[in-house]
């Protein structure tokens, strides 16, 4: 199973892409748990994450995540901000999925 963790202001705005993800992923048949946490929760989560995206407004926080991401082995990226204002959770799972596997 594939841990993909989104990260957001509040945590609130990605829960419909998360749901689109979740939604593309069944359809496929890919096995991934997907969640969202606010800002202040991403750091603590990054442990149980094969992939860390942070929402295009959080888009200055990458540097400090990125020391976290790196020692512990998990990639880190920002959404695109035009597949995070479409929703577009088959765009989203397919970088999510491209980072993991390198």
Known sequence: MKEILLACSSGMSTSLLVKKMEEEAENRGVDVRIWAVAQDKAVQELENADVLLIGPQMRFMKKKYAKTAEEAGTPLDVIDPVSYGRVDGKAV???????IDG
């Open 93 to 99: 799972l397919d970088h999510a999925l491209k980072l």
